[in-house]
């Protein structure tokens, strides 16, 4: 059991988060967390690498000292605009028709899958197989020993701009510590946030941060889409400020205190003061204008996401709705605009499926270094690290963590 | 803006028979749309486009007054409503609160025209006093949910119509809404698509919604003869609709469109407008325009928008900032001069803290821009 812990690291929009979990017998334990509010980056991209250190290394000093471990090496949480996804299927005859598929064959085929032609700025960032299918018969889950003549696999590939993926990295290479493997926010936040059994009924996972707002859908526990769109809080505060005419720390006070992701005619009327301060003096506004903001903003945001979803699944197979996580899932009704949205029962994910401090497992604006902790040890547990991308590897990582698929490059 | 950018739609039975007005009055208008459950109505509906929804529901009959009613069968017939709006520049959705067709689909409809980023105006009615208190609350329960989801809102009290309820046969107090309502969404819709020789566009139309909390009211004048500038202003300022001037006494900004045959002579449009400067008060701020089109022959029609006190809950409480901004540009007490007051559009190009990182573009749009300013929704500050 005495497994080294893992240490995940989300450099975010809002803030920098590390997190120490190790696994014990009950499951995946946080025993140490650290965090500080966020400089230099935007959008959910580091865009000045010494101020993002700064926030770093304060945010690991003060997780070194509440799980009293030494940090050497961190898992690294990366996300951006610049992340997209592209499925695409690879085939290869079988050679033996007696002894069926072999694991050669399963991995040639994935090799040939992932092998899409990319622009030479970007890199594939994850991998994952959806289904084997052989000769006619599609969605196989395990193809290993069946008699076919051509064996194919779908996969969907996560890619993104290189440098801008390193520049997270660059930020703990400053520091003198490594990185132990890059993984996108997206299949972090999933992990923590629903369950096996929603995987299979088919859900949406939405975490919606300060600067990005990520996707992940699974249908019968197939990752069928997974990405972002670069709109988040932010943009929520950066509307109230403009709109209102408030500066933009009153409109982040603004849409904290008294936001709402849905219009209430109800209160319509009623006016909230917002306070003076350096270089402002102070006004009221109605809240019928707040929410008039924000509603406009939340609803294109969740259309946008919706219209995203659209090419790759449809929202029928959708069988446990829309989870929504991230900072900006702490808006009030923010899951009925949603459900309207979507036309699906959607909640509140929390990172239920790790134990720990009560901050984290019912605060969603830590789902994302919450799965990467279980993303982490997960790959400790079958002895994965981060391999040089040779395309070789095909480490079953992602196969224990999907339950039985998938691999990184 | 060209007519054909424009779609104006009459939703309910009250709202196909204000905008059968402007359809019959000008004849071929290819954007004037009439939608309503009642097959009846429709059939006697002068408007080019005619959409009966809710056909499986309710085979062409009424709603019986349910807005529910009104709403599922818009909502059933979504796809056609989109239709008729996708690729419009601008929806006037027109209906009368109150009864079922309307107010059930009037939400419907600017729902779709904002899904398709459309920017609306909706033009509506308020129910009689006479027509008794379930109707009443009815038109307040949409109106409510209109105001948030649409670009500004037109709202004409029908008991505003009448000077004394009771004087008139009911069927006549009918008639004169709609003739009213008629002839505002015509010189709305003049006002719009005609340059003018002072022009005054969709900016500044919303700006105007944006200064009044998305809510106006209006008022209109109209006259005929050789003393018809004065007249209309008589008639406009004399009437119910703004209180006998009341209404403009009171309010903080104004719109005012001056329509007239190609005859108009810039000494009535002065004429009019001096009378109106004579009843502001002498902070409002006034946005004027002007338009001379053979449509409205020999007749001259003054529309007046402007903010309402009754609806902007606490216009008393208005910030100090705002009160000094709005003094800058006020009209002389005399009403001797008026000058067309340039106001702001929100500038579409202000991103805030988005300003100098990389856009997140979407479909050639750039979602950094606030919602509100692309979608064109106005804001109250």
């Known amino acids: 059991m005495a497994r080294a812990p893992v240490v995940a690291l989300e450099i975010g929009t809002t803030k920098t988060v590390a997190l120490v979990g190790e696994q014990q017998e009950g499951g995946v334990v946080v025993i140490g967390m650290g965090e500080h509010p966020s400089t230099g980056v935007r959008k959910g991209e580091v865009v000045d690498i010494e101020n993002a250190a700064v926030c770093v290394r304060s945010a690991l000093a003060a997780a070194e000292k509440s799980a009293d471990v030494a940090i050497r090496q961190v898992h690294l949480a990366v996300t951006g605009g610049h992340i997209h996804s592209d499925a695409n299927r690879g085939s290869v005859p079988v050679a033996d028709r007696e002894h069926g598929v072999s694991a050669e064959e399963t991995a040639g085929a994935e090799g040939i899958a992932r092998s899409i032609q990319l622009p030479p700025d970007r890199e594939i960032l994850h991998s994952f197989v959806q289904y084997y299918c052989l000769d006619e018969q599609e969605r196989v889950q395990r193809p290993l020993g069946m008699e076919g003549a051509v064996l194919s696999v779908d996969m969907l590939m996560l890619h993104g701009v290189s440098a801008r993926i390193h520049n997270g990295v660059r930020v703990v290479d400053s520091l003198l510590l490594d990185v132990a493997d890059v993984v996108f926010s997206g299949v972090c936040s999933a992990l923590a946030v629903v369950t096996p059994e929603q995987r299979k009924a088919g859900v949406v996972v939405l975490d919606i941060g300060g600067g990005m707002t990520e996707y992940a859908v699974y249908v019968g526990d197939v990752l069928m889409a997974l990405g972002g769109i670069a709109v988040g809080g932010d943009h929520v505060t950066n509307d109230l400020a403009l709109g209102l005419s408030i500066p933009p720390a009153r409109a982040e006070g603004l849409k904290r205190e008294v936001g709402s992701a849905l219009p209430r005619p109800e209160l319509a009327g009623r006016r909230i003061a917002v306070p003076a301060e350096v270089g402002f003096a102070g006004r009221d506004v109605t809240l019928r204008s707040v929410d008039t903001i924000v509603n406009a903003r939340v609803d294109e945001s969740l259309r946008s996401v919706r219209r995203r979803l659209e090419g790759a699944v449809s929202l029928h197979q959708i069988g446990a709705g829309v989870v929504l996580t991230g900072g900006g ?81 | 803006m060209k007519p054909q950018q424009i779609r104006i739609i009459g939703v309910g039975g009250a709202g196909v028979r204000f905008v059968d007005r402007l359809a019959s009055a000008t004849g071929q208008w290819p954007s004037v749309v009439a939608v309503d459950t009642d097959a009846e109505h429709l059939d006697v509906s002068q408007a080019s486009v005619k959409l009966q929804i809710g056909e499986g529901r309710l085979r062409g009959n009424g709603t019986g007054g349910d807005a529910s009613v009104g709403r599922d069968a818009a909502e059933d017939d979504r796809e056609m409503l989109r239709n008729v709006i996708t690729g419009a520049e601008l929806v006037i959705a027109v209906a009368g609160l109150g009864g079922g067709a309307g107010s059930g689909a009037l939400p419907v409809v600017l729902q779709i025209a904002r899904d398709e980023g459309v920017p609306t105006l909706a033009f509506v009615t308020f129910p009689f006093a006479f027509e008794g208190h379930e109707r009443k609350s009815q038109a307040d329960r949409t109106f409510a949910t209109v105001r948030e989801i649409c670009g500004g809102a037109i709202v004409v009290p029908n008991d505003r119509l009448i000077d004394s309820v009771g004087a008139e046969p009911v069927r006549e107090a009918f008639d004169r809404s709609a003739r009213v309502l008629g002839n505002g969404i015509r010189a709305l819709w003049t006002l719009l698509v005609r340059p003018g020789h002072v022009p ?144 702001e559009f929100e500038p579409v190009g202000n991103k805030g803290r988005f300003r100098n990182v990389e856009p997140t573009m979407q479909d050639g749009e750039d979602l950094d821009i606030p919602t509100f300013v692309r979608r064109r929704i106005a804001v109250d500050r």
């Open chain 1, 329 to 409: 899932a702490r808006l009030p009704r923010i899951a009925e605009a949603a459900e309207s949205v979507f036309g699906l029962p959607a909640s509140i994910g929390l990172p239920l499926n790790v134990t720990g401090p009560a901050a984290v497992t019912e605060g969603v604006e830590y789902a994302t270094a919450a799965g990467l902790v279980l993303y982490g040890l997960q790959a400790s547990k079958t002895g994965e690290t981060r391999q040089p991308s040779d395309g070789g590897g095909l480490g079953s990582l992602l196969d224990r963590l999907f339950d039985r698929r998938g691999a990184r490059r």
């Open chain 2, 200 to 343: 005054m566009g969709l900016a500044d139309l919303m700006n105007m919604m944006r200064q009044c909390g998305q809510v106006c009211t209006f008022g209109y004048g109209e006259a005929t003869g050789p003393d018809r500038a004065a007249l209309a202003a008589k008639r406009l300022l004399g009437g119910p609709l703004l209180g006998h001037g009341r209404l403009l006494a009171t309010a903080r900004y104004a719109l005012v469109s001056v329509a007239g045959g190609s005859d108009l002579r810039v000494n009535e449009v002065r004429a009019v407008l001096d009378a109106i400067g004579g009843a502001v008060g002498p902070d409002a701020r006034i946005c004027v325009g002007s338009v001379a089109d053979d449509d409205w022959g020999e007749a001259l029609s003054v529309t007046v928008l402007l903010s309402d006190q009754w609806l902007i809950d606490t216009a008393a409480e208005l910030a100090p900032a705002a009160k000094t901004e709005g003094a800058a540009a006020k009209i002389s007490p005399t009403g001797g001069e008026m000058k067309q007051v340039s106001l």
